[in-house]
Structure formats: structure tokens, C-alpha cells
């Protein structure tokens, strides 16, 4: 990258590689605004700034998260996701070649997804005033009559599902930026979920709560719900799927998976007698194979999450007020 | 009786612990025997006496007050003031009334001689009876639900006395005079006898169910008995079976377990007491005293206490125990009833779901156990009996804290592994019991519901809640939270701070004491790179390495990277304190991880003095670094290098640690907190000749003025101390040896530094503090090195370790409260 913003090469440049990835016809009208007709009914809207180091990991890119973390945001709420938006901040000097690669990467989740980005900006800022590329992700979609899904709606007795795996991002990313070997490479899980969330509403239009634990991992999301819906959750360490490398990296690391993101994973909360159905939903379901019954809400006016550990003790599942610091003296 | 004209009255109001007693009727026998009239009551401030009488005989009145005090009163101070009026015809004991307030209550007791002689007598009606107690023993905490301290707030509501019970509890003249907890077989608790499958159990020719746990405990049965403050797991110690099923079953690797003995007699065969051992032996604590094991004791399961030196006997101190103990030749294990770490049971339903799978068989009762206590645990060193924990017997005994003018009450949450709270107000602090790991979730719960108890048995309002500067302690959390509801403004203290001033605290250094330096030594703690700094900054934007967020560089509010302590000499008064010196920060590799497996800060530790490199390349070819090899390395120095989850910390403990694992102690896995380093010292005590040999390492020399060029403290660091150790290893020394000259090597240093900073800064007086000085050797080496120059202050009523550190942050707090007066 050459130039700062507006210039005119650079300008060229760049919206024939956007052109050449994104290609679809409300993008290809080249208006400043994407414009397009929603059948009445609750919409849901999003928007999520991507950041991340390094660029490219294995199992993905900044570009395929971008995509993927605002469809499941919008997801979150029961929602089909209908169209995205794309805001991209380039650093100057920015290698095209890399640049082409996330954009490739975006358009294929995006197809993949079945979701097209349909309108999009672009900034260069000057040397040392970004950091690579940030890329801002909106999104909209539309919920299906009778679903409504909000995190304060888990209600004592409830149970909470799992769809699989946790830890693998996080891991997958910090090992790539530090330069850490593991035996076997652990991939980010990071995956679009609105096909699953559409089989899970479904099979129980009654979920009462879907969250993807990104950041802070399912620690830090549980104890979010928890306080929204002024429930106690009451976890089996057992039964929470964690794969063997990244069950080990952790052990290495000293870092409790609980706290680590995610990004192809979710979270649903649902009646008692509709567990077994939603269960049975998720593992027909490719990205949801190993779901599992992890916990059940309780009554509990201090909210508190809790942890039946594998020793059957129980321990107290706290956020954390930022990176995690050992507490033991 | 004299005359009208002689008899003078005097109103006599007492302080102290003299509530729930027997401090009243105390005060109406003498009263009684020197014909005195009047009357005496309890209320808010302690107990109050109207008497009437001659000259000579109020004198002697007053003096007896104290002097013959029940054996669980202490006094702490007696007013009198001339009374005008009429005297009355006799003396009464005036009784409480429901709203009157009482000033808290005792600690719970062991069984007095009277009543230990009571079940001994079999003419006695009391004879055998498990339950047995009076005014001057038996359970108070315990067993008490809400105030005023009365049989009907008190888990022996459910148990309505007989007439002969309730004679003695009514008659001033009898030692049962309002002993709340008083029974007999007619109307008390019962005792029984069941099987791990809940079905009573025969007696099976035994006399009673006490001589039937017994002789299930000599053929080698693991039995659960409920005690006082918690259900206990017993067995032969000297039956290797018995205590390795029960280490299995309480999935407890290494941490060594409790003996309790039947007298002082059966103790002294197993080890060695010094008259301030037996006399906590005796105490009406009773707790576990931690004693020097003989060299020619009679045989004991050898998983008892690996790896120590020491045994932790306790003395009976319920009827049952003493019965129990009657009816057995040896001593037994009696360790808390529980799995790993979580609390000790206290309920029988709880017990019989938890211990089942552990316990063959359960001796029950069927008084319940309101509050959970451990017992306490203390130790002999330099001269003194410390307390190692502050629990069953000694807690919520309050402590007289120099008298803060206009200081608020405080109520201060402690810290997170020992966690304890305190109350502080009025001239005198009262720490909970030791309430354990935060982290488990029923030991929160147990917290909550103690600090509820508490604030209503003592009538506690806090105008301000101290917490620790660390955000993600729980008690800091619940600290948070408390003070949000009702309103109230916190402070945050750092964690060795709060350390110092605890000690100050328990000598009695007054409000403008003038500094002392603190010597702070201990596993981990919040520290900051300001100076005297009170409390945390706002949060603000920072960017930071972050590991879960997304791996997301810059997108959240942090913390501004605070640093960990843990090895610190600090110039302290209450308000504030300095770091002057410090450890060396050596990076905690994986974090807590490095807690629990030492080999990761031997590997840190060669790595700053010598770098992995060369260490492996001067001394690769020593077992222990290919030991080390065999470890993910390549990682872990990844980690270090990168600052993956490896913060620097200054601390002591982890120094123990790699010690300890560059001897082979420990070298994987701690399996209990600080285990490396009592196993370490176990090592250098096992040393018995003084003249082991130094290493060759000169003193420490400080530059002469003032701090580093950058204003900081001077570091401690550990390259000469690590080449030592190598080239010892290396020459194929003993590890006693070396040991034995790392304790020593650390005590040279550790009191060179003190006595040049403390002359550079003109200070006099030294605080020893945090839990590494719990190890006996550093203490007494350190004090004997510095106590002829320096007032030297270490703990003793409080632990030295984070049981102490609500006290800390509580004065501190309070102090910070009341503006300094001009020096
Ligand atoms: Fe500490
Ligand atoms: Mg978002
Ligand atoms: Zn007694
Ligand atoms: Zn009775």
C-alpha cells in the first residue's frame, strides 16, 4: 500500500480487490447504501469491531472472524441473518497480498454462510496510526415469530447446553502469536452458527437463552446470564467438553479454559423437559456434535456460578476484572 | 454484719470476657461470702456490680474479682465509683432481659476437671455421658444461632432440661448456673452408632457406643465422629492400612494429619515437650500442637506426616474424646471429615453423603453443629507459642487493639486462601475463625453465613469495609458488594501492608507509632509500584497482552500492570507503608500453576541468575537438571520470554520452592500449600550439628544513601545463592546440608539487609510477617540475628501467614480514618 487515503491509485486498488472477492448484486449497484425490502416482524442488528493479533491463525483469519462473530451475534437472538456490512481501517503499507487473502477469506465465509456483505468502507490511516488492519462487521437479521431469546430470561431449573469443544481459539490464536509448539496444532474453532441456531429453534422455539462465549471465555458469559437473569448456575465440570491438546496446552499454561474465548461455540438455556429434544437437535447438527448438558440454573438471589468439580467439590466460577492473576498466596 | 454507719457502697463495672462465663454467679458467691449486698447484671459494656458493704470487705471484693476469675472469664479491666442510697437486704443476680445486650461471645472449651470428673464418678449422674458441660466448658460458638447467648438461640433449643438440669441452670450456687448448653442422659443429646449403610450398628459386648467406636477405631476401621465445630475422620495411627484407606478416601496426598493422644503421658512417648507445649497441650483451647517428633517414638504409620519432622498432637476436649480415648492404647488420627479441600462437614445427613465412601462407620449425635470450626493449630518457636491457625478455641476471643480515637468500625474482608474477617471497633478486634479456600463454593457460603452471624452476635455496623488491593480475591468481591448495598466507602490495602500492620497491631503499637520496617515474606500478594499508595487508580484504557478476549491487543478496560509480591521490606507505620528492598522478581510460570509445581520455579529461577543455557551447560549433566530437562522447557521459556501467563513476582515462597525442587522435594507437584517448603525446612531441621558449613557468600552491601538511581528498592537477587547450590550439588553434598545452609544463607541475608536499611532510615523496631515466617528455623534465625540491636515484633496470637490480614487491613483502614497528628 502506497498511498494515504484518497489516493487514487490506491482507491483502484482496492475496490477492484473488494470487487474481485465480494461479488454480489446489491454491492455490484455501487450506491453509498445497499438497498433492500424485510418482510414485516422483530429485526436484530449488530455490530462488532474486529482486532486481533496475529492476523492469521490456524483454523482462520481476521477476515473469516469478522464474518463469522457478527453472524453469531445476530444468531444469538434466535435470528436468520439476512445481510452484513464491512468497515475496513488499513494501516499504511499494508501488504496487499494480505489484505487480498482476509478479503478472500470474508467472501468465503460469507458464501459459505449464505450471508452477503452488501455495503462497505475503507480508511487507510498512516503508518504507526493502525495496526495492520480493523475490520467492523454489521449485521441485521430477522427473528422468527414466537422465538424470544434474551440473556435474562434462564429461569431456576433450566437446563444449560454446550455445543461442543471450548478453548480452542484462544488457545489456537495465543500459541500462533507467541510462537508456542504443542504437540499436536489446535485449530480455532471459529464457525458461523445460524444453521444450527435455526435447527435448535426448531426443534424448541422455547430456548430461553443462546450466547456465543467469546471473550472471557464460558466463565465470564455464565456469570453475564446469571446477572441478567438473576439465577444461579450450577456447572458439572465432567460434562463440559474440552478436547485433550487443548485440555493440556491449558495445563502447561496455567490458563483455566472457563476464561478462554471461543468462536464457533454456543451456550442455550431451555426448560427442563425440552433438554433431551434441543440436545438431541444440536448433535444432528455438523458444528454441534459433541453438545452437551453442562449445568442447570438455580435459585439463587447472589447469582453466583458454580462449578461441581471432577474431585466433587464445588468451586465458586467468578469473572475475572481482567487478565487472569494468580490469587494464591 | 457491721454497722449502718461503716457500710459504704461502690458500683464496679468489669470488661472483658465475662459474659457467658459464669462470671456472674462468680460474682455473687464472693459476694455472698463477704456479706455483701447489692446486685450484679450483664449489659452492653460488660458486667456491672452495685455493692454494699464494709470498707475492707468491698476491697477484698474487688480484689477476688479478678483474682479468682472462672477459668474462661478475662478480665480486662475494673472501674469503681462511690454509690450513694440505701443498701439492700441481700445480694441478687439481676437477669437479662431480652432486650439487653451481651458483648458477644466465647470461644468454645475443652472439658473442665469438675465435669471430666463427673463422668468418671459412677455414682455421678453424669457418669459416661458424652454431653457433659458446664459454665466453665463445653461448646459456645459452636452451637449459637443468633444473640443473646441464651439456650433458645443455641442449637440446644431442641433439648428441654429435666428438673435436675434445670435446678443447677437456676441455682447462682451451682457451676451449671446458666450454662446454656447443659444436659444430662435424662434431657440431652444422644449419641448412636451407625454403619457407612446408615443402620445402627451393635454394640457387640461394648459397654456403649463409645467403647463400640473404639474397638471398631483398634481393629482398624476408619470411624467418622462428630466433634464440636465439625465432624472428624479417626483411625489407628499406628495401623498403616487404616491411614493409607483414609489418605485414599479424603483423596489427601501428602499434608500431614492430626493425632489426638489421651493425655500428656501417651504424647510424651511420641515426642518431645517443652513446658509452653504442654501448657497449650492443656489449654482450654486444646488445639493441635505441632511438636518435635522423638527419635525413639513406638512405631506410627509412616504416611502420618511424610516428610516432616514434626507430629500435630492434640489433648480430648469433648466427654467423648476423653472416652474414646480411655478405651484405646495408642493414639489416633483425627482429621477433619472431608474430601481434598472442601470444609469439614457438620450436618449428619451432609456427613453421611460426603464421608460414606470413606468412613466405616459413623459416630453421631443429635445436637447440631451451628458453625463450622477446625481445629486450631499452633507452634513453639523462639521462645513463644504462635498460632499456625486461628480457630476452634481460640476464635472469636477478641483482641485489645491499641485504642484508636474516633476510629470507625471497621469490618475487613481478609484474604483468599486462609481467608478470616474482622470486625473491628471500639478499641478491640474480633477475627473470625479460619474459614479457608474462598474459592470453594461451600466455604464461600460458610463465609457469608458467618459474617451475618457475627455482625448480629456483636452487634456490628461497619462504617467502612477494607478489602484487599486484589480485584479478584472473593472476599475483595464480597467486600465490593457489601459495602455497595448498604453504601459504605472502601479501602484497599496491599496485601503486605496489611501484613505489618497486623503485627503492630497484635503489640499494641499505638495510632502515631512511628515506622517500623516491615519484613513481609510470603507466597504471593497484590503489591504496587507507587509508593504509599492507599488504594487502587480509577480504571482507565491500557492496552495489555491479552490471552482470552478474542486475543483481541487493545480492546478492553485493564488493570494497569500491577506487580506481585511477595519478598518485601517495607517502612510501614498504620497509615502507610514504602517499599525499600525486595526480592528479585522471577517471573510464576503459568501463575498459580507455579504454586503447585515447584519445578517450574527452579526452572524460572536458573533461568534469571544464569540463564538456561549456561546452567545447563555448566551443570547439565546433575540428575536434577535432567530432570529438568525432561520438562516442556522449550515452552515454558517460551512463556517467560514472551510474558505468556508468567508474571514476575517478588516472592519468598516460590524461592523455598525451587530450592526445595532443586533437592528433589516437591520436584513435580505441591500436593498442599507451601508443602515444598516444610518439607524443605523438615530437611534443614533434620541437621543437628551448628557447623554445617556457610557458603561463601559475603554480606550484602547497600548503597549508603538512599534508594537505587531510579528511586526504586534495592533488589535481592539470587545469582550467589544458586551457584551455591549447584556447586554443592555438584560436589555430591548432602541435601540436608544444603538445606540447612539455605535457611541459614537467607536468614544472613534477610538480616543484613534489615540492619542496614534500619540504620539507614533510623529505624528500631522490626516487623517479621506473612506466612514463609510460620518456618520455624528462618524465624529464629533471623531473630537471633537482629534481636540484640532491634525491638524485633513477630506473630503470635495471630497467624503469620493470611489469617491475619483482615486484622491488618482493618487497623490500617481504621487509621487512615483519623487524621495524623503533627510529629
Ligand atoms: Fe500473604
Ligand atoms: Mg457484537
Ligand atoms: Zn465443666
Ligand atoms: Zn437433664
Redesign the pocket.
Known amino acids: 500500500m502506497i498511498h494515504g487515503a484518497g489516493g487514487r491509485a490506491t482507491a483502484e486498488l482496492i475496490r477492484t480487490l473488494f470487487r474481485r472477492h465480494l461479488d454480489n448484486s446489491l454491492l455490484a449497484q455501487g450506491n453509498d447504501q445497499a438497498a433492500f425490502a424485510v418482510k414485516a416482524g422483530r429485526m436484530v442488528m449488530t455490530t462488532d469491531a474486529h482486532v486481533i493479533a496475529p492476523l492469521f491463525f490456524p483454523g482462520g483469519d481476521i477476515g473469516s472472524l469478522a464474518v463469522h462473530g457478527t453472524i453469531n451475534d445476530v444468531a444469538m437472538a434466535g435470528a436468520r441473518p439476512l445481510y452484513l456490512s464491512a468497515a475496513f481501517v488499513l494501516e499504511e503499507g499494508f501488504p496487499l497480498a494480505d489484505l487480498d487473502r482476509i478479503v478472500a477469506s470474508m467472501a468465503a465465509a460469507s458464501r459459505a454462510a449464505g450471508v452477503p456483505i452488501v455495503t462497505g468502507d475503507t480508511k487507510v490511516v498512516e503508518k504507526g496510526k493502525g495496526d495492520g488492519v480493523f475490520i467492523t462487521t454489521t449485521g441485521i437479521g430477522v427473528v422468527p415469530d414466537g422465538v424470544e431469546i434474551s440473556g435474562d430470561r434462564a429461569r431456576p431449573g433450566d437446563m444449560v447446553l454446550l455445543s461442543g469443544s471450548i478453548g480452542d481459539h484462544g488457545i489456537a490464536v495465543l500459541s500462533k502469536r507467541e510462537n508456542l509448539t504443542f504437540e499436536t496444532e489446535i485449530l480455532s474453532d471459529s464457525a458461523a452458527l445460524h444453521t444450527l441456531v435455526a435447527d435448535m429453534v426448531a426443534a424448541v422455539p422455547g430456548i430461553r437463552v443462546l450466547r456465543d462465549p467469546t471473550r472471557g471465555g464460558l466463565g465470564a458469559t455464565l456469570n453475564e446470564i446469571a446477572q441478567q437473569s438473576r439465577v444461579g448456575i450450577r456447572l458439572d465440570e465432567a460434562a463440559i467438553p474440552i478436547k485433550p491438546d487443548v485440555s493440556a496446552a491449558c495445563e502447561l499454561l496455567g490458563l483455566d479454559p472457563l476464561y478462554i474465548a471461543n468462536e464457533g461455540k454456543l451456550i442455550a438455556i431451555a426448560p427442563p423437559d425440552k433438554a433431551q429434544l434441543l440436545l438431541a437437535a444440536m448433535r444432528a447438527h455438523p458444528l454441534a456434535r459433541d453438545a452437551a448438558i453442562i449445568g442447570e440454573a438455580m435459585q439463587d438471589p447472589h447469582a453466583f456460578v458454580q462449578m461441581r468439580t471432577r474431585f466433587g467439590g464445588n468451586r465458586m466460577v467468578d469473572w475475572l476484572a481482567g487478565d487472569p492473576l494468580p490469587r494464591i498466596? | 454484719m457491721a454497722d449502718a454507719d461503716d457500710i459504704k457502697g461502690v458500683s464496679i463495672r468489669v470488661r472483658g470476657l465475662v459474659q457467658g462465663v459464669g462470671f456472674r454467679p462468680h460474682v455473687w458467691r464472693i459476694a455472698r461470702e463477704l456479706w455483701l449486698t447489692g446486685d450484679v447484671l450483664n449489659d452492653a459494656e460488660g458486667v456491672l456490680i452495685r455493692a454494699f458493704g464494709p470498707r475492707a470487705a468491698l476491697d477484698a471484693f474487688i480484689a477476688a474479682l479478678a483474682d479468682r476469675a472462672p477459668p474462661l472469664a478475662r478480665v480486662e479491666c475494673i472501674e469503681t465509683a462511690p454509690l450513694n442510697g440505701p443498701a439492700p437486704d441481700m445480694f441478687r443476680i439481676v437477669e437479662s432481659g431480652a432486650g439487653d445486650v451481651t458483648t458477644g461471645i466465647v470461644p468454645d472449651a475443652a472439658t473442665c476437671p469438675a465435669c471430666l470428673a463427673d463422668i468418671r464418678d459412677p455414682e455421678n449422674r453424669r457418669y459416661r455421658y458424652p454431653f457433659t458441660n458446664c459454665t466453665h466448658c463445653g461448646p459456645r460458638l459452636s452451637i449459637v444461632r443468633a444473640i443473646p447467648y441464651d439456650r433458645a438461640t443455641t442449637s440446644m433449643a431442641a433439648f428441654e432440661m429435666c428438673p435436675a438440669c434445670r435446678a443447677e441452670y437456676e441455682d447462682p450456687a451451682d457451676r451449671r448456673f446458666h450454662a446454656q448448653p447443659n444436659a444430662c442422659p435424662v434431657c440431652g443429646p444422644r449419641l448412636w452408632l451407625e454403619g457407612a449403610d446408615g443402620a445402627a450398628l451393635p454394640l457387640r459386648g461394648a459397654r456403649d457406643e463409645i467403647e463400640a467406636a473404639a474397638a471398631l477405631i483398634r481393629d482398624g476401621a476408619i470411624v467418622a465422629i462428630k466433634g464440636i465445630g465439625g465432624f472428624h475422620l479417626a483411625c489407628d495411627a499406628a495401623n498403616e492400612d487404616a491411614v493409607t484407606r483414609l489418605r485414599a478416601g479424603k483423596r489427601r496426598s501428602g499434608k500431614p494429619l492430626a493425632l489426638m493422644a489421651r493425655n500428656v503421658a501417651m504424647v510424651t512417648r511420641y515426642a518431645h515437650i517443652a513446658p509452653p507445649e504442654r501448657a497449650a497441650l492443656e489449654s482450654a483451647a486444646a488445639p493441635i500442637v505441632l511438636l518435635s517428633r522423638r527419635a525413639d517414638a513406638p512405631p506410627l504409620a509412616s504416611s502420618i506426616a511424610p516428610g516432616q519432622t514434626t507430629l500435630g498432637f492434640m489433648l480430648p476436649y469433648t466427654p467423648l474424646h476423653h472416652l474414646l480415648m480411655e478405651a484405646l492404647p495408642g493414639p489416633i488420627v483425627l482429621t477433619s471429615g472431608n474430601v481434598s479441600d472442601e470444609p469439614q462437614s457438620i450436618a449428619n445427613d451432609d456427613a453421611r453423603e460426603r464421608l460414606s465412601e470413606i468412613a466405616d462407620a459413623f459416630l453421631m449425635h443429635d445436637r447440631d453443629i451451628v458453625n463450622r470450626l477446625d481445629d486450631s493449630v499452633v507452634r513453639l518457636a523462639a521462645g513463644r507459642v504462635r498460632t499456625v491457625r486461628r480457630a476452634r478455641g481460640l476464635a472469636p476471643a477478641p483482641l485489645p487493639l491499641p485504642l484508636f480515637q474516633g476510629a470507625p468500625a471497621v469490618l475487613a474482608m481478609g484474604?483468599e486462601l486462609k481467608s478470616t474477617f474482622c470486625l473491628a471497633s471500639g478499641g478491640r478486634a474480633i477475627v473470625s475463625q479460619h474459614i479457608g479456600d474462598l474459592e470453594d463454593a461451600a466455604t464461600h457460603a460458610d463465609c457469608r453465613a458467618n459474617l451475618a452471624l457475627y455482625k448480629r452476635l456483636f452487634r456490628f455496623a461497619p462504617d467502612v469495609v477494607a478489602v484487599d488491593a486484589h480485584p479478584d480475591y472473593h472476599a475483595t468481591r464480597l467486600g465490593e458488594a457489601l459495602a455497595a448495598e448498604r453504601g459504605l466507602p472502601i479501602a484497599r490495602v496491599l496485601?503486605?501492608h496489611?501484613?505489618v500492620a497486623a503485627v503492630m497491631a497484635e503489640h499494641g503499637e499505638p495510632l502515631d507509632a512511628t515506622p517500623v520496617l516491615g519484613i513481609?515474606f510470603?507466597?504471593?500478594?497484590m503489591g504496587d509500584d507507587v509508593p504509599d499508595q492507599p488504594a487502587l487508580e480509577a480504571p482507565h484504557l491500557s492496552t495489555g497482552k491479552l490471552i482470552d478476549n478474542k486475543g483481541e491487543r487493545s480492546d478492553a478496560f485493564q488493570r494497569t500492570h500491577r506487580p506481585l509480591w511477595?519478598g518485601e521490606f517495607l517502612v510501614a507505620d498504620y497509615r502507610a507503608c514504602r517499599r525499600v528492598a525486595s526480592f528479585a522478581p522471577v517471573p510464576l510460570i503459568g501463575g498459580a500453576k507455579a504454586m503447585r509445581e515447584p519445578w517450574r520455579n527452579l526452572l524460572a529461577h536458573l533461568d534469571v541468575a544464569l540463564g538456561w543455557d549456561e546452567a545447563s551447560a555448566r551443570f547439565g549433566d546433575l540428575s536434577i537438571l535432567r530432570r529438568l530437562a525432561a520438562k516442556p522447557v522449550a515452552p515454558a521459556l517460551q512463556m517467560m520470554a514472551r510474558g505468556v501467563n508468567a508474571p514476575p513476582a517478588s516472592s519468598a515462597g516460590r524461592l523455598f520452592d525451587a530450592v526445595a525442587a532443586a533437592l528433589g522435594i516437591c520436584f513435580d507437584e505441591a500436593t498442599y500449600e507451601g508443602q515444598a517448603a516444610v518439607e524443605l525446612e523438615a530437611l534443614a531441621a533434620s541437621v543437628r550439628c551448628r557447623d554445617f558449613g556457610r557458603w561463601p557468600i559475603a554480606a550484602r552491601k547497600l548503597p549508603s544513601r538512599g534508594m537505587g538511581e531510579d528511586g526504586g528498592p534495592i533488589r535481592l537477587g539470587w545469582g550467589e545463592l544458586w551457584q551455591a547450590v549447584l556447586d554443592d550439588l555438584a560436589r555430591d553434598a548432602p541435601p540436608a546440608i544444603v538445606a540447612a545452609r539455605f535457611h541459614a544463607f537467607l536468614a544472613d541475608t534477610v538480616a543484613d539487609t534489615a540492619r542496614a536499611l534500619a540504620r539507614r532510615d533510623g529505624l528500631r523496631r522490626i516487623v517479621l510477617c506473612?506466612?514463609v515466617f510460620h518456618n520455624r528455623l528462618l524465624l529464629e534465625g533471623v531473630l537471633e540475628r537482629l534481636a540484640g540491636d532491634f525491638e524485633v515484633l513477630a506473630p503470635a496470637l495471630c497467624p503469620a501467614?493470611?489469617g491475619a490480614?483482615s486484622l491488618g487491613q482493618a487497623v490500617i483502614a481504621a487509621a487512615r480514618a483519623i487524621p495524623a497528628s503533627p510529629r
Not at chain 2, 510470603?522 to 500478594?525: A, F, K, P, V
Request: aromatic share 0%; proline share 0%.
Open positions: 498466596c | 484474604a496485601h503486605h496489611a501484613h513481609a510470603d507466597g504471593l500478594g511477595g506473612g506466612g501467614g493470611d490480614i
